[in-house]
């Protein structure tokens, strides 16, 4: 198998880690050819060193795209709003996309994705490295082969802490729109979205639209002051009446691995970020695996680049991801407003240089619901507001806050 030739598309934020990986594959499975990088000063040496290694330096993408025409692949790893015109564009101009999550924000954006993919022939892949672990690829297995059953629910708990640096870190981090611009961002549509999209992914492959939302009814809150959420519960009925149900939330104190429980008619699993997979079937047998550590950005590489020279199947399609993108949209359909938790509720500390918001009890909070399979406001959390909710059968635009008059909080 020869090398991928390659191009990145910013090298900042994330675009470091991204980075960091080609730099594993270098020689082995990649030669990286160019990369575009707007911001030159302010990544001045990281360019002079990539340009002393051979490749090309670009300042503006579109350039790049005119100008390197033999590579095999683009990644993107651009703010959240420019992901979708910019796959588009590559793949119009001839390449396969490598695209940083979320593929898009909106399904209008995500379907106009998969059209162009389908029109070019170019791959579109997206980079939920959170898909090729071992153990979730074990656990697709089993869904897939029936050794559940048929699945009576997920159940997705994500409880992390982010404090105010990480919303000062770029302009759109926490906001709903940017620059007249969709951006949702927040635990659904960013950090936490490996954990929506895999529920959806295995709910996919149980049976015949098993992933594909049906029906969304979603609570969205923050602590911290910004403009969209921090903390979430939602619940997805799919079109196959799987249930699937998602906590998460940035404003924990005790930080965790984010994890899934998986239930169905003839057994149980448990699948966690850290590559851990635990198994109960009814017969009274278990099955326990730790894979350990991954570099699951690699994982994501290598398949791609074994998903054009060898017709490997790719983890993550663009077309795999549209259930996540419908229901993120449902979710913010449901929750007429992201509503603000009153100062009596939440724990602000000054710690270091920056400033934390914990949600008080959220931890509890959390488990309470989910072991109950109930949204915060339906277990009686004080500060929690019933939303209605969202069908989602023929939706095909998300247009909310645009509109006259939207309430962006």
Request: charged share 25%; hydrophobic share 35%; glycine share 8%.
């Given at each position: ?63 790049m795209l005119n100008s390197e025409e033999d590579l095999d692949f683009v990644v993107l790893s651009t703010p959240i709003h420019l992901h979708s015109p910019m796959a588009i564009q590559a793949m119009e101009k001839g390449f396969n996309v490598l695209l940083e999550k979320p593929p ?187 894979f350990g550590p991954e570099d699951l950005f690699e994982n994501m590489y290598i398949n791609m680049i074994k998903s054009l020279f060898q017709n490997n199947k790719l983890y993550c399609p663009v077309e795999l991801t549209r259930n996540f993108v419908l229901a993120s949209n449902g ?79």
């Amino acid at each position: 198998m020869r090398m991928a030739r390659i191009g990145l598309v910013g090298i900042n934020g994330f675009g470091r880690t991204h980075l960091n990986t080609i730099e594993k594959l270098e020689r082995k499975y990649i030669e990286f050819k160019a990369f575009s990088e707007i911001n030159y000063e302010k990544n001045k040496s990281e360019i002079e060193k990539l340009k002393s290694k051979g490749a090309h330096y670009y300042m503006d993408y579109r350039e790049m795209l005119n100008s390197e025409e033999d590579l095999d692949f683009v990644v993107l790893s651009t703010p959240i709003h420019l992901h979708s015109p910019m796959a588009i564009q590559a793949m119009e101009k001839g390449f396969n996309v490598l695209l940083e999550k979320p593929p898009s924000v909106t399904i209008q954006d995500v379907d106009r994705i998969i059209e162009v993919s389908k029109k070019t022939g170019k791959v579109c892949a997206v980079d939920f490295q959170n898909t090729s672990g071992k153990a979730f690829r074990k656990l697709l297995d089993y869904v897939a082969e029936g050794r559940f059953g048929s699945l009576k629910s997920l159940v997705g708990i994500g409880r992390w802490e982010r404090d105010e640096s990480y919303y000062r870190r770029t302009p759109w981090a926490g906001k709903l729109m940017f620059d007249g611009n969709y951006v949702l961002d927040g635990t659904i549509n960013n950090p936490l979205s490996h954990l929506l999209n895999n529920l959806l992914i295995l709910a996919g492959v149980s049976c015949h639209n098993g992933g594909v939302p049906a029906e969304v009814t979603a609570e969205l809150y923050h602590g911290h002051k910004i403009e969209s959420e921090d903390t979430a519960c939602v619940r997805i009925i799919t079109e196959a009446g799987i249930e699937i149900l998602s906590y998460t939330t940035l404003c924990s104190p005790q930080g965790e691995t984010p994890f899934i429980v998986l239930e169905g008619t003839k057994g149980s699993a448990y699948w966690a970020y850290n590559n851990e997979l635990k198994i109960k079937f009814c017969d009274g047998s278990d099955e326990n695996f730790d894979f350990g550590p991954e570099d699951l950005f690699e994982n994501m590489y290598i398949n791609m680049i074994k998903s054009l020279f060898q017709n490997n199947k790719l983890y993550c399609p663009v077309e795999l991801t549209r259930n996540f993108v419908l229901a993120s949209n449902g979710a913010f359909e449901s929750s007429d407003s992201i509503k603000e938790i009153p100062d009596d509720y939440l724990i602000i500390n000054k710690e270091g240089e920056s400033v934390v918001t914990y949600i008080k009890d959220i931890s509890d909070i959390i488990d309470r619901a989910s072991s109950e399979k109930k949204l915060f406001s339906e277990v009686g959390v004080p500060w929690a507001l019933k939303s209605m909710p969202f069908k989602l059968n023929g939706y095909k635009e998300f247009k909310k806050y645009k509109r006259e008059g939207g309430n962006l909080g």
